[in-house]
């Protein structure tokens, strides 16, 4: 078989992209071919120098091309709000959708004993550590309403407790069985300001 | 203003690709960083390789990164039948649906004098040089079925009965207004093999 030529290559390599299937990587690659090379040179630059650089905050474990991210090193945000997230984007989302000025603890997943994902691989080492040394004055936790979510809702409620912390839960308005990261700001500024505190369950 | 993160960059820069929004950007840019960072830089690797070195074949006009394209550096394919097409996706189309064995023209437009194109800049100098010194048997038209692409139909069809090649149009099969690159195959080639001799209108 002869190898594949360079256009065949480049509408393969296109299909690591999430959605994209083999008619739209052919169209990607004609379209930045034929019409916006400078674009896609643009694009190839950015994304190898992201990959590169882009790591984890040492603080709160979001995406960040620094040792801390940018609301990590606001001095302005407020470090009595802690507000538990699964992934960078769910901190994005309530960036855009609401007004908060707390800090952020990004899980970068939730717990799954199934897929090997425990307390561990989320940080909560981390976070109870924080949570015992310099405890914020509440915890917003706002894992996504699934069931691994509200799952790992109830741990970090848990753990919350033993440090004496005030937890607060992000309340319905987001759509059950959904995700923060496809929810329409509306949605999400609603149920973040009426986040209601948890009674104690004993 | 601060300047856009690394992150934010990214995500702009996917913006480049064909069909994709600030959501789906959002979206393409967190899977790579958390879950396909190799891909991500096999794509950006790929990409920047593509738009440097990807130019026009010498002979036909489709895209390819050699000064021949595959098709025209292949003594096997018949130089006798000469395929005429708008663009690098259609000959992908045909050549993914058909088993024709000739050569082809690619355009890279049509005719649209409302938006500057010409017969210059689709090379039609260079095809009525080819059909005058090196004339195939047969000329068949593959433009779409638009419009424009009609009466780029109709002007190729004039070339040919000029330098006395015989014409061909592929046939009904293919929906009218739309577009090769998105006919299914069985369509494509069943307009493909029941192209049709075009009576001299004189």
Do not use: W
């Not at 959605?19 to 994304?47: D, I, W």
């Not at 590169?52 to 620094?66: A, K």
């Not at 997943?109 to 981390?126: N, V």
Request: proline share 6%.
């Amino acid at each position: 078989m002869q190898p594949a030529s360079l256009l065949g290559q480049l509408i393969e390599a296109l299909r690591c992209l999430p959605g994209v299937g083999p008619k739209s990587a052919q169209r990607m690659a004609f379209h930045l071919l034929e019409r916006n090379r400078a674009g896609g040179m643009h694009l190839a630059q950015t994304l190898q120098v992201a990959m590169e650089r882009i790591g984890r905050c040492s603080v709160c474990r979001d995406l960040t091309e620094n040792s801390l991210c940018r609301i990590c090193s606001d001095e302005k945000r407020n470090p009595a709000q802690l507000c538990v997230v699964e992934s960078p984007s769910d901190v994005l989302a309530i960036e855009q959708a609401t007004g908060y000025q707390g800090r952020y603890f990004v899980l970068m997943g939730r717990l799954s004993p199934l897929d090997g994902i425990g307390p561990a691989q989320l940080g909560l080492d981390e976070l109870a550590a924080k949570l015992r040394d310099d405890p914020p004055a509440e915890l917003i936790i706002a894992t996504n309403p699934t069931v691994e979510g509200e799952a790992t809702a109830y741990y970090l409620q848990r753990m919350a407790q033993k440090s004496g912390v005030r937890a607060s839960r992000i309340t319905h308005g987001v759509p059950l069985g959904g995700e923060l990261e496809y929810t329409d700001q509306s949605t999400i500024a609603h149920a973040f300001s009426s986040r209601q505190y948890i009674q104690d369950p004993s």
